[in-house]
């Protein structure tokens, strides 16, 4: 079984993994997913680490005392219950409040070995899983009411909520180590995962009564934009209909393009939800041979705003060095849109870039100095404005420390053109006393 990248693999494998019962193959897919994935890590050793059944020898794994309740899509969340929120990947989280369309949600883990100190943990006897849960009220965040999909178990009512979360009817996680206890990752993630649901998913009702996006136009604006940007070098031109390539036709895949930019050719066409399987790689590997490129650009689902780029080796299983492990096929390029990752393509493959006249007008001095101190602020504000999103204080309060030193950077940056030293410079930088600077 194929996996997207960043798709955690069921419970299941990872408990056959533990058993011993997978092939050499997916067992060494994995790995390199546990290698990457702490939460997946953590699964794994309780798995591991489980008694065997009835407290007798053997290799069974114990069958947990586990309830799956029935989920409610059609009711409306009220405080105290717990819901599924999120698409694909979904999350598990406790309902604190709602209104105006929001809900206040703490996220729910199973995982009461990854609870800190911050983290509540219910135990099984109250828990509707007969499980024991990991709560992190810490981590609460508001969320549109269209990101909740369905209700799972009420697990306190709304009037116990305050007791539940001053800790009343629940015990608290062990303090956190220090600054590499791998829990603080576990919190990061959590916080990460309820962050990327803050926008609701796209209402199906409301996109049914938008026109929808069709393949002449998919295809006239991605080679409109490719003339205009990529110049007479790239030759673009319409792929309409497979001929004989068969495979990719009983894929219903449709082509899109082609385009040749000094002797690199690329073919884009759009498939249902990438590839995934050995079929969509032997598919996409005749498509390579019959025309003869050097590359494809696969939209990666259904006329979707992003790309993958396999060339003929990424589209054949291979060898990761050092550890030798087997891994199967896997772009060159993806989440990139369409063009940005045709572009990155060429400019890597074609050196047509290299080969063009300079376009622009008379040479004007540039001052240097400047150039890096405007790069400077720029990134310093970035920065600053991504440690917002960040629920760990002390983490927050790193990124935030960053304000009001862009100029400085820039200064340090700069000594490369007077015979200085950057690295020098950037060290004094890290240990100058910036409020000090405010006296």
Known sequence: MSE???????????????????????????????AGCLVCRIKQLRLAGAPPEDGRTGDALPAPAFVVPRVDPSAEPAAGELWLAGGDERVLVLVVRTGDGRALVAPVTLDTEAADDEALVVDAGTSPFRTALALHPALATELPRAALVGRVATLVTPAEVPDLLAGVTATRGAAIAGATDPRLQVRQYLADRLGSLETPPPDPAAAAEGPPVRVEQVRSELIADLRALRGAACAVRPLDAWDDLVLAAGNGWLPLATLDEVGVVLVVLDTPHGL?????FDAARSVLTRLNASALVVLARQLSDTA???DSSSLNAGIDMPSGAHTP????????????????????HSGARAMSPSTRGPIVRVDVAD???????????????QGARFKILPKRRG???????????????????????????????ARHDVSKDDE
């Open 329 to 348: 096929p896997r772009p060159l390029i993806a989440g990139l849109a369409p063009f940005d990752a045709i572009a990155k393509f060429l400019d890597q």
């Open 371 to 385: 150039v890096l101190r405007e790069a400077a602020a720029h990134a310093v504000a970035d920065a600053v404005r």
């Open 4 to 34: 997207h990248a960043g798709r955690h693999p069921l419970d299941v494998d990872l408990a056959d993994m533990v058993g011993g019962l997978l092939d050499d193959d997916r067992a060494a897919q994995l790995e390199a997913h546990l």
């Open 308 to 310: 993958e780029v396999f």
């Open 399 to 429: 990124y935030e420390s960053l304000a009001g030193v862009s100029a400085l950077i820039g200064d340090a940056l700069g000594t490369a053109f007077t015979d200085g030293s950057v690295v020098e410079a950037l060290d004094a930088l």
């Open 276 to 280: 995934v399987d050995e079929r969509d």
